[in-house]
C-alpha cells in the first residue's frame, strides 16, 4: 500500500464547474497535510495547507481533511483553464513540512 | 524578498560522472530538504538538511550526500552516476517556526 494515494487520473472537467481532487494517506500520526500544483515542466507551488479536521477556504480553494478515514481533499470552484495542471497531495508525520510524503499526483484539466 | 533559487537549472552528464547541484533557501528560512522527481512521479524525500547536519534522509543510496553551509545554502552531490538518476531535483526550504515548504524552479537532470 503506497503512504500517499491520488488517482492519477486525468481528471477532465468543464469550465466554471468545481473539480474535486482526493487524496488517501497510510500513516494515522499524519499532521500536516498539503496540496501543490505543478504546471508541466515546473516546479511544485504550494496552494493549501490543512492540519486540522474541517474545511479551510482560500479564494476559489476549499481543503478538506478528515483524520479519522485519512483522506484529504480539494476543490476548485468556478474553475479555469488555468487551473490546468497536476495537483500533488503531500503529508507530513510531524508538525511542519519536514519531510513530505508525495502521492503521485493527479492530472487535472478543464474544458473551455 | 528572494524565492528559492536552484542552480543551474538543465545538466546533462555522462553515466559513471559526479554532480553538484545547489540551492539557496527563501529568506528567513533555514531548513533545506531536496527531493528526486521522477517523470510522471510525486517527489520522492532525499534527505533534509538544518544547522549543517543532515537530519533525516529517505531511501536513496550512500551516492547520495548533501552539504549545508552557515548562510543556509545547499548542495547535494550525486556520485557514480547512473541513467536512472535522470529526473527533475528539487529543493525545498522551510523553518521550523512555520510548517510550509516552499520550492526552487528544479534542476533538471540527464543521464546519457
Known amino acids: 500500500q503506497k503512504e500517499v494515494e491520488q488517482n492519477s487520473g486525468p481528471l477532465s472537467v468543464p469550465e466554471g464547474a468545481i473539480a474535486s481532487l482526493n487524496c488517501t494517506y497510510s500513516d494515522r500520526v499524519s499532521q500536516s497535510f498539503f496540496w501543490y500544483r505543478q504546471y508541466s515542466g515546473k516546479s511544485p507551488e504550494l496552494i493549501m495547507s490543512?492540519?486540522?479536521?474541517g474545511d479551510k477556504e482560500d479564494g476559489r480553494f476549499t481543503a478538506q481533511l478528515n483524520k479519522a478515514s485519512q483522506y484529504v481533499s480539494l476543490l476548485i470552484r468556478d474553475s479555469q483553464p488555468s487551473d490546468s495542471a497536476t495537483y500533488l497531495c503531500a503529508v507530513s508525520n510531524i508538525q511542519g513540512a519536514q519531510k513530505l510524503v508525495f502521492g503521485q499526483g493527479t492530472r487535472l484539466t478543464i474544458n473551455p | 524578498d528572494a524565492g528559492v533559487t536552484q542552480s543551474p537549472t538543465h545538466l546533462i552528464k555522462t553515466r559513471g560522472q559526479q554532480v553538484t547541484l545547489r540551492c539557496s533557501p527563501k529568506?528567513?528560512?533555514?531548513?533545506v530538504s531536496w527531493y528526486q522527481q521522477a517523470l510522471g512521479q510525486g517527489p520522492q524525500f532525499i534527505f533534509q538538511?538544518?544547522?549543517?547536519?543532515?537530519?533525516q534522509r529517505g531511501n536513496f543510496p550512500d551516492r547520495f550526500s548533501g552539504h549545508q553551509f552557515p548562510n543556509y545554502s545547499s548542495e547535494l552531490n550525486v556520485n557514480a552516476l547512473l541513467l536512472g538518476d535522470s529526473a527533475l531535483y528539487l529543493c525545498?526550504?522551510?523553518?521550523?517556526?512555520?510548517?510550509?515548504?516552499?520550492f526552487g524552479q528544479g534542476t533538471r537532470l540527464t543521464v546519457v
Open positions: 529568506s528567513g528560512h533555514d531548513t
Open positions: 538538511y538544518y544547522e549543517e547536519e543532515e537530519r
Open positions: 525545498a526550504s522551510s523553518s521550523d517556526r512555520y510548517t510550509e515548504a516552499f
Open positions: 490543512i492540519y486540522s479536521n
